[in-house]
């Protein structure tokens, strides 16, 4: 089991001018490659050095009102530049899609717009994604509380009008991953605190469930991926709602999240990489170096009021129940200490291995919203980043 214990030189990321902290390798490189993008969540490199994104969206939808902003982008680097910002580089592969926020649904305390949330691709061009559509039935369950709707992993449709669902389920599905040698999704319900293992036929099987992390906390599994080099799944909990510490409540407590493995074959679990404050997402090469995404690296902020109007520009610059720019990236080595990659992201929310790059989706938040940090005030804007030389 490997314990979080970083040292950080303070190098500035090289080549840009964000306040970014890079770690003990100096060949580190961090670029953004794309801006302006609403909730940026999982990405899928295609073949041909393409991008597939989804975009979680402004979180407006209502029971009463579904516009559905959330996306799937296809992004091009056309003239070659490094990055996807220039005119014609993206494309619309899918929209409309759900998008809510969970401040307004679930009264978390956090602004946390969700929907579309990660996407992959199977073959030449089979394009799967999850998504989280609580108002698809517009009913409230038989408690009066909470609202049940379209939950489930979709494939987009050949002809690239709309997707097919393939698996239904009825929690929010974070994050999924493929096994091609057993031919199974491996998914995170973390609505429920468990994994779950499916076909392409839609046959779907609970085999984790999830132990309580410390202090009481929900272990909300926010990411998976599949280990190349053991096949044993790795397994990213959140650390979520402390329901009772010290007659309060918290959303997290920093130093309770795991990284946590998984045996698919015989359901055992056993701790990674503890002492991490909130991991939403894990990566892995073919060396089998792990790749941490942590949302924040500090205590929660001041929980946001229920009633707090997202899009009301005339409100108070509020952080959302997170701090900002406390994100962190952390390479584990197969052998040796942990390498911080990049410090000091805005609210990081995935990460994606590919040719010995990564790519990170950043700003969980609603869109252009004003937000206080260390850094002054601020406005919410999701940005991709390729980290690279590590």
Request: proline content about 6%.
């Amino acid at each position: 089991m490997r314990v979080l214990g970083l040292c950080c030189i303070g190098i500035v990321a090289l080549g840009l001018t964000v306040n970014f902290t890079v770690g003990q390798e100096s060949s580190i490189e961090i670029t953004p490659i794309a801006h302006n993008l609403n909730n940026p969540r999982g990405v899928a490199i295609m073949e041909d050095g393409q991008l597939l994104v989804v975009e979680a969206g402004m979180g407006s939808d209502t029971p009463d009102n579904v516009v559905g902003s959330g996306r799937i982008l296809q992004l091009s680097d056309n003239n070659n530049d490094g990055d996807f910002d220039d005119e014609g580089e993206r494309t619309v592969r899918l929209d409309a899609q759900p998008s809510y926020n969970s401040l307004a649904v679930f009264r978390t305390g956090h602004d946390e717009p969700f929907g579309l949330s990660d996407i992959m691709i199977l073959g030449r061009d089979r394009v799967f994604f999850t998504l989280d559509n609580p108002f698809a039935e517009a009913g409230r369950n038989t408690g009066g509380e909470g609202y049940y709707g379209d939950v489930g992993i979709f494939v987009l449709n050949t002809q690239r009008i709309g997707a097919t669902k393939v698996i239904a389920r009825s929690a929010t599905l974070n994050s999924f991953t493929y096994d091609p040698e057993r031919g199974q999704f491996y998914v995170t319900e973390s609505g429920y605190n468990r994994i779950m293992s499916a076909d392409l036929d839609g046959n779907a099987e609970i085999i984790a469930e999830l132990p309580m992390l410390a202090h009481g906390q929900q272990p909300v599994p926010a990411g998976i991926t599949l280990d190349p080099t053991t096949g044993d799944l790795l397994i990213a909990l959140f650390s979520g709602f402390v329901n009772d510490y010290y007659e309060t409540q918290m959303g997290f407590f920093p130093g309770d999240a795991r990284i946590m493995r998984l045996d698919p074959d015989t359901g055992i679990l056993t701790d990674e990489i503890t002492g991490l404050t909130t991991a939403i997402d894990v990566a892995v090469d073919e060396e089998g170096n792990i790749f941490v995404v942590e949302l924040t690296t500090t205590w929660e902020t001041r929980p946001m009021p229920y009633d707090f109007d997202l899009f009301d520009e005339t409100q108070p610059p509020d952080p959302g129940g997170y701090a900002r720019f406390t994100g962190r990236v952390t390479m584990y080595p197969a052998d040796g200490e942990p390498i911080i990659l990049a410090d000091g992201l805005d609210a990081p929310t995935n990460v994606t291995y590919h040719d010995n790059a990564l790519y990170i989706s950043t700003a969980l938040g609603t869109p252009n919203r004003s937000v206080l940090s260390h850094r002054g005030i601020t406005q919410i804007e999701g940005i991709l980043y390729k980290i690279t030389g590590f």
